[in-house]
């Protein structure tokens, strides 16, 4: 019984020195990739912990966190997963079911899967920044990919949506498309997205305000729509009857909230294209598969193109710049487009939303 | 001795008969006082909104009702309905017949009841937790066959659901058809009778000889099918199977045969006319949050204080039926 003990202590105690070498291994590979990335920051090309006099280190693993699968962050992990493959990244995905502390941890699980930079769309602007802070604190390069943290200290890169420029954008293709239609002042109605989510916040904001400087735009209803769609078509069928149907004009947030507007409109025989009497301005934002859809069948008069492909593709550009030693600018903007009948013809396969029509 | 029992059992029945009415005289009131101030809300055009705005609601609470009388709860009713209806999608983009289609898919809202039954059954848990995590796979799965975006339903669903019949939505004379049938099977027949003896003493339900297994197992199975067709129907007015497609349903439809007078603790409520009362109450309220063009933040204000209200006069209830 005694030998027995005498075994178990020896190996625990064994087990215990692999474990703590293993740690202080570990420590040592952070504290080095920390000191790198001071390195790489300041001095440039210092990149490579383990030789850093040669070549300069280049991006072997990195984190994607989207805030869930909706068309357009399925269509960035899709587009992330092609470009990882073809650079030979190993690309490591999590998606938070739009659930800030479940963004919380999945982060840290990135971390410490050892990534060595990390793409996020976060869920909340404000919950993001302990996971920055970690990500900094364990050396791991941050790309704030479409959503701006609250406070971007510890963001390497911003990848920017700029919500401003599209509700400025969406505006001004809302009136060239009454001056087309001949139409002098717009009635709209609003969908307004999550008021938690700040892209719902900025998109109601700054569509309100340049609608309100246009001096052309009057927002006669808001509909409520809580990002989701059954909401969206109870709420939207609520004001087509407070209004009797007296507006000439729908802003959608998101692309996505055409087929609810459609449907109340299609019900009450109020749904018209482009030429017919009951046509209305229909112009939302994201350059999603089914608003293209609507655009060419004359429904939809035009949305605000953010392409997906391109945000990510920039995100990782930058992932790849910073763990390569290379300045990177601290805010990055991928083109917008209004796209309408014209663009779709123009662009085609070039617009993110075109490869997703056949689903 | 007895008088002093007679009359305070006579006080108990009163407290109970209030507790019970109380939501639907503050209701009644609410709609009278509302619909002199805007007149709008008794146009034809807005009470047809409201009836097809509850067809979903009523169909899905009536299923959630079955189950929360056996003294069960299915937190995976909003689920079934985004998993029914995708299969429903990807089976007719696949060519599949449109009927084929349908069927398959209410087969598999039947099947995730049955999952749902045998777990509330045998698992020695409140069945609020295996059905959350039928919930989640039902999300996961749903998710992975949509891939996030619009799929646009088929005509011929659209067009069957939104069929008009006097100016109504046919859907809207299923739900009610639904809740009147189901309302029948609960009270005149056997097994109904049964579904109310096991939510109210199951230990005594058991002495009596009745199948437990077998009855919560179909509440469990007609459950599943109602949220199926509920999925058919939410989606045919929306136009697309989405990501949201049933989101948060379950708390609504938890809610509602709660505000229809049916106990969560089982055994206890009648589905007619407390389901469709609760509904009716449920979208009114947004309804009119709606008309005085209330902001997003109201809304949640005012279900979570209905919700609060509703939960603690189901509470004081129970505490005095015991």
Redesign the interface.
């Known amino acids: 019984m005694k030998k027995l003990w005498k075994k178990m202590v020896l190996v625990l105690v064994v087990v215990l020195g692999v474990s703590m070498l293993a740690g202080c291994g570990n420590n040592a590979g952070e504290e080095k990739q920390k000191d790198t990335q001071k390195d790489t920051q300041e001095v440039g090309n210092k990149g490579n912990q383990d030789d850093p006099e040669t070549e300069p280190k280049s991006l072997t693993r990195l984190g994607l966190a989207i805030p869930?699968?909706?068309?357009?962050?399925?269509a960035e992990a899709n587009q992330a997963k092609k470009f990882c493959d073809e650079n030979g990244i190993e690309l490591i995905t999590v998606i938070a079911d739009n659930d800030a502390t479940k963004q919380h941890d999945q982060i840290e699980d990135l971390i410490s899967k050892g990534c060595e930079a990390i793409v996020i769309v976060q869920v909340d602007k404000d919950a993001i920044l302990s996971s920055l802070e970690s990500c900094k604190e364990a050396g791991v390069y941050t790309i704030c990919c479409g959503r701006q943290p609250a406070d971007m200290t510890n963001c390497d890169v911003f990848v920017s949506a700029n919500n401003e420029k599209m509700c400025e954008m969406a505006v001004e293709s809302m009136l060239e498309g009454a001056d087309v239609a001949g139409i002098d002042k717009l009635k709209v109605v609003e969908f307004?997205g999550?008021?938690s989510d700040q892209n719902a916040v900025e998109r109601d904001d700054y569509f309100k305000q340049y609608a309100e400087a246009s001096g052309r735009i009057e927002i006669v209803?808001?509909?409520?729509s809580?990002?989701?769609?059954?909401?969206?078509?109870?709420?939207f069928?609520?004001?087509?009857?407070?209004l009797n149907g007296d507006f000439n004009a729908i802003y959608l947030p998101a692309d996505?909230y055409?087929?609810?507007a459609?449907?109340v409109l299609?019900?009450?025989n109020d749904w018209g294209s482009e030429g017919e009497e009951n046509y209305r301005i229909i112009t939302g934002i994201d350059g999603?598969?089914?608003a293209y859809q609507y655009i060419m069948d004359g429904y939809m008069y035009s949305t605000i193109n953010s392409d997906a492909h391109e945000f990510i593709n920039a995100s990782i550009n930058a992932a790849m710049s910073l763990v390569a030693g290379e300045t990177c600018d601290d805010v990055v903007e991928p083109v917008l487009l209004t796209v309408r009948n014209q663009e779709i013809e123009e662009y085609g396969d070039k617009l993110y939303g075109i490869a997703?029509m056949d689903? | 001795m007895n008088t002093t029992l007679v009359a305070e059992e006579k006080k108990k029945a009163r407290q109970i008969f209030w507790l019970s009415n109380i939501v639907y005289v503050v209701f009644i009131c609410f709609v009278v006082v509302f619909g002199i101030l805007h007149p709008q809300f008794f146009s034809l055009s807005n009470i047809i909104s409201l009836l097809k705005q509850s067809s979903v609601w009523m169909l899905v609470s009536t299923g959630m009702a079955l189950v929360v009388l056996t003294g069960g709860m299915d937190m995976s009713i909003g689920m079934n309905m985004l998993l029914s209806s995708a299969i429903m999608w990807l089976l007719n983009s696949m060519g599949v017949p449109f009927v084929l289609s349908i069927v398959i898919s209410i087969l598999v809202g039947m099947g995730i009841g049955l999952i749902n039954g045998l777990m509330a059954t045998y698992l020695p848990i409140y069945p609020l937790l295996p059905t959350l995590a039928t919930m989640y796979v039902c999300k996961g799965i749903g998710c992975a066959i949509t891939g996030g975006g619009n799929r646009l339903v088929p005509e011929q669903l659209k067009g069957l659901i939104n069929t008009n019949i006097g100016g109504f939505p046919i859907h809207i004379f299923i739900a009610f058809a639904v809740v009147i049938v189901m309302h029948i099977f609960l009270s005149k027949m056997e097994i109904g009778r049964q579904i109310y003896a096991i939510g109210d003493n199951p230990k005594t339900a058991k002495e009596k000889g009745i199948n437990d297994v077998k009855i919560k197992l179909i509440a469990y199975i007609m459950c599943g099918v109602i949220c199926a067709f509920a999925g058919f129907v939410s989606t045919a007015q929306v136009g697309a199977v989405t990501l949201s497609t049933g989101e948060h349903m379950e708390l609504y439809c938890v809610i509602i045969p709660v505000l229809g007078g049916i106990s969560l603790a089982g055994g206890r409520g009648n589905v007619f006319p407390g389901i469709i009362l609760g509904t009716l109450i449920m979208t009114t309220i947004s309804n009119s949050l709606v008309m005085i063009g209330a902001s997003s933040n109201l809304y949640n204000l005012v279900y979570g204080v209905v919700i609060l209200v509703v939960i603690l006069i189901d509470a004081v209830k129970t505490h005095l039926l015991k």
């Open positions: 869930s699968t909706a068309l357009f962050f399925e307004v999550k008021l209803a808001e509909v409520a809580e990002w989701n769609q059954d909401t969206a078509y109870s709420r069928s609520d004001v087509y009857n407070s996505s055409i087929t609810a459609a449907s299609q019900e009450n999603s598969s089914t997703y689903k």
